[in-house]
């Protein structure tokens, strides 16, 4: 009787098998997907935080910059006040552009 495993000597490494087919194909459609999923959601986190911190730093470098040349123009203070409020204005202008093309919930 090949199902009787006293007189199959083949049994137990069949056995052993089956099992180890069953736990590969359920790992591969359960954990290897989340892993995945893990590995999207981090690499998204980093690459938005150093988004953000690049986006920061360049308005800070734009800032110091136009303060630098408008520290040909004008006096230092005023060169500061002005550089502000181009940079704030240049930020205000693009705000209102995204919220200009938001979709409403109407659409």
Same mark, same amino acid.
């Given at each position: 009787m090949a199902g009787n495993p006293l007189t $199959?000597?083949?049994?137990?490494?069949?056995?052993? $098998?089956?099992?180890?087919?069953?736990v590969t194909t359920v790992r591969e459609k359960t954990t290897t997907p989340i892993v995945h999923l893990a590995r999207a959601l981090v690499y998204g986190l980093v690459a938005a935080f150093l988004g953000a911190t690049a986006l920061v730093l360049l308005i800070i470098g734009a800032s110091r910059a136009l303060q630098g040349l408008l520290d040909l123009v004008v006096e230092r203070p005023r060169a500061v006040y002005l550089s502000y409020l181009i940079v704030g204005g240049i930020l205000c202008l693009a705000g209102m552009l995204v919220l200009r093309m938001r979709r409403t919930g109407d659409a």
């Open positions: $199959d000597p083949q049994w137990a490494p069949n056995v052993a $098998d089956a099992i180890e087919r069953v």
